[in-house]
């Protein structure tokens, strides 16, 4: 199918895009952009924003992914295939992420951060430069990772999270923190120290209660809450819901 391009839409010459692309109104697409198959820019998007801090790298998005209106993403950064981003998204330069990430509306990631699969953001999410964030990572709304710890420094240190962590409504990381694995961090906490594998951390500021996996659900206690992988599936591939059924884990995306 050949591409869907707004005549409003301003498509540099130099940039690549797959087949079947949509590019909405009003939506510039820079130099240096590579756009894969099935992919649907909104309106009033930019993406390949200019900027020296590239190093002249391109900006990738991978197939079958959707840029909802009015987001910018800088030159730098490479998606892999199933992005999808909310309104009004920020992605600065040299952000490397994998497979089906999701950004939410008002999402904002400063740049040179590490994304593993299936990370899923929620609104106003915002993700500090040097960030190492895990595989099927979930990240509520007004979660912050921040980086500096004498501010203004040039001092930056990016918070880790592992996989499979969750981070309640409003969490907020300290500069450098590593969560372990499998942990949970309730809401409006604030967490200062590292927290090992399989951790319930919550309060302000954040101390580990005990095992998340200790957690059952509210609406029946004989479950347990975690892992949430045994009990929560919508929206993953049945590939990587079949490994879970069986244990597994380690995957190759």
Known sequence: MKNLIHPT?????????????????????????????????????????????????PL?????????????????????????????????????????????????????????????TQSSVTIGQKSKIGNFVWMFPGVLLTNDPNPPSNDIQGVTLED??????????????????????????????????????SGLPAKRLCKASDMRLKSDVRVRAYPWRKRFVRGYPESIVEKWANGLELFEF
């Open 9 to 57: 839409a301003i498509i540099s010459p130099n940039a690549r895009l797959g087949e079947n692309v949509e590019v909405g109104p009003f939506t510039v697409v820079h130099d240096h952009v590579q756009i894969g198959s099935g992919t649907r820019i909104d309106g009033f998007c930019e993406l390949g924003y200019p900027t020296l801090l590239a190093d002249g790298l």
């Open 164 to 201: 499979y962590v969750v981070a309640g409504v409003k969490a907020t990381f300290l500069p450098g923190v590593r969560i372990g694995k499998g942990s949970f961090i309730a809401a409006h906490s604030l967490v200062g120290q590292d927290m090992p594998e399989d951790s319930l951390v």
């Open 60 to 120: 990738i998005i991978g197939c079958e992914s959707l840029i909802r209106s009015h987001s910018i993403f800088y030159q730098g950064s490479t998606f892999g295939d199933g992005l999808i981003a909310g309104h009004q998204v920020t992605v600065r330069e040299k952000t490397i992420a994998g497979k089906g990430f999701q950004i939410g509306t008002l999402g904002d990631i400063q740049g040179s951060c590490e994304i593993g699969h299936y990370v899923k």
